[in-house]
Every structure is written in structure tokens, then in C-alpha cells.
């Protein structure tokens, strides 16, 4: 009896796991590396979940405190200071602003809040944004700067320097 309870356990577990793995959708991720001066690196995954992306980011090296964070409009990151991955993704012409309120860049990402180590971790849903399309994030830049974002000053939220760049590619 015990030998068919753990079979049948055992068997149930597998299943709801490949269930659980079967309903993911496309994903990309963008692997970043500091910029000349900083030690910033990371990893953000972009999934479609529907008509939005879910931007899942782990960003380790930051200095204490809040940082701006970006979709870029080029997937380059060989300036020294990351300038040659251009501004942010605006492909509606709107206003710099925040993701979740008004209009603003379609690259515009909520803030990375660091911890007491420099460490930072984010999950939301940028609405609108896809993975290809003309909305499309592969193949652009993500962008970790070294101030916090004001949302409000155009074109680039007052956001300072490029801490780390990475491009966006399938995975």
C-alpha cells in the first residue's frame, strides 16, 4: 500500500510539472556587464505573457539606493559608457514618464530598489511591450543607470550614468 501511495504521489508530482513547464511562453533574456568604471552585472529575463512583458531582473554591484532602468533602442553595447545603445525604446513617440502611470517611452522600466548589498531584484508587467513586432525588445539594449529615475525630466528621467548594458536576445 505504501509502495502504490508513493507511485501515485510520485507520478502526480511529475505531471503537474510538466504542466507547470508547458505553459510557458517565448522568452528573451539580456545578460549585463558593467560599463567603463562600474562593476554593475546582471541578468533580466523578458517573457510575453500575452499582449505584455514580464521583465524579471537580478542586478548585483549597484551603489545603495534606487537606479533608473531602461530598454534601450540598440542591442549595442560597445561604447565604454554605453552611449552606442541610443535612447530609450519609444516606438509611440510618447513622453518620458513611469511604466504604470501615463504616457511614457515604451522602454521605460520601474526602478531597481538595491538592498543593503547592492543587490536588486524586480518583477513587473510592462504593458504593451512585445518580444518582436513593432513593439518589439529583441535585439535592443537594457540599460542599468547610476541615478534614480525622476520620471518626469525628458527625455531621459534625470537617470545619470550608463552603470551596465546588456542586449536583449531569445532564449
Do not use: W
Amino acid at each position: 500500500m505504501k509502495t502504490s501511495t508513493l507511485t501515485a504521489i510520485a507520478s502526480a508530482s511529475i505531471l503537474l510539472s510538466a504542466c507547470a513547464g508547458s505553459g510557458s511562453g517565448p522568452s528573451a533574456e539580456a545578460k549585463l556587464a558593467p560599463t567603463q568604471g562600474h562593476k554593475t552585472t546582471g541578468t533580466v529575463v523578458f517573457a510575453q505573457k500575452g499582449a505584455d512583458v514580464e521583465v524579471t531582473a537580478h542586478v548585483a554591484g549597484l551603489t545603495l539606493g534606487a537606479h533608473g532602468f531602461h530598454v534601450h533602442e540598440k542591442g549595442d553595447c560597445s561604447a565604454p559608457d554605453g552611449t552606442s545603445a541610443g535612447g530609450h525604446f519609444n516606438p509611440g513617440g510618447q513622453p518620458h514618464g513611469h511604466p504604470h502611470q501615463g504616457p511614457h517611452h515604451a522602454g521605460d522600466m520601474p526602478m531597481l530598489e538595491t538592498d543593503a548589498y547592492g543587490n536588486a531584484k524586480l518583477v513587473a508587467v510592462l504593458p504593451g511591450l512585445t518580444l518582436e513586432g513593432a513593439n518589439g525588445i529583441v535585439g535592443r539594449g537594457v540599460i542599468v543607470h547610476a541615478a534614480p529615475d525622476d520620471f518626469k525630466t525628458q527625455p531621459t528621467g534625470n537617470s545619470g550614468a550608463r552603470m551596465a548594458c546588456g542586449t536583449i536576445v531569445k532564449r
